[in-house]
């Protein structure tokens, strides 16, 4: 059974940052491709990040491009979206999502 469950969203100011983890269990990131996605109200579901195997590389959308991260913890099989000099155009509930499609309840970030 595989569960996803993220956490650290929350409501910040622009230029604000946050930290989004998200724990998995039932399912080994290390070997796997991971992202994040994000979905505003009235608005198409938008792949923010990603973080493949084999070197760690990633993907970014320009729209985020040089403000997050994304990253890993294999140990402790959770993934990672730093969020910097956030933007109000950056209010989503936010997922991370296996390659699968696994995804969990998502966590909210608003930006005033």
């Known amino acids: 059974h595989v569960q996803l469950v993220e956490s650290g969203g929350g409501s910040v100011q622009a230029g604000g940052s946050l930290r989004l983890s998200c724990v998995v269990s039932?399912?080994?990131?290390?070997?796997?491709?991971m992202g994040w996605f994000r979905q505003a109200p009235g608005k198409e579901r938008e792949g923010v990040a990603a973080?493949?195997?084999?070197?760690?590389?990633?993907y970014y959308a320009d729209s985020v491009k040089g403000r997050f991260t994304i990253s890993r913890d294999n140990p402790k099989n959770t993934l990672y979206l730093q969020l910097n000099s956030l933007k109000t155009e950056d209010t989503a509930m936010y997922y991370c999502?296996?390659?699968?499609?696994?995804r969990g309840q998502g966590t909210q970030v608003t930006v005033s």
């Open positions: 999502e296996t390659v699968s499609g696994n």
């Open positions: 039932g399912y080994k990131i290390s070997s796997s491709c």
């Open positions: 973080i493949y195997t084999g070197g760690d590389y990633t």
